[in-house]
């Protein structure tokens, strides 16, 4: 017996040419999620610059 899969975008059943998701939409939504930052996990440690002599 095999689970169905949900789409993690719109919880649609998934689609096997978009896995995970349920179409090219929800695809593009999370590439654009990804670029944009949203999966960012926060942390409270500075970037360090090389041009900042204090680093």
């Known amino acids: ?4 899969k949900h789409c993690p975008i719109c ?4 689609v096997h ?6 179409s090219r939409r929800c695809a593009d939504r999370d590439l654009g999620n990804w670029a944009a930052g949203a999966y960012a996990i ?4 500075r ?3 090389p041009h900042d002599p204090d680093d």
């Open 47 to 49: 970037i360090s610059d």
């Open 42 to 45: 926060p942390t409270n440690e």
């Open 1 to 4: 017996m095999t689970r169905k």
């Open 17 to 22: 040419e978009y896995r995970p998701f349920c």
């Open 11 to 14: 919880k649609r059943e998934t």
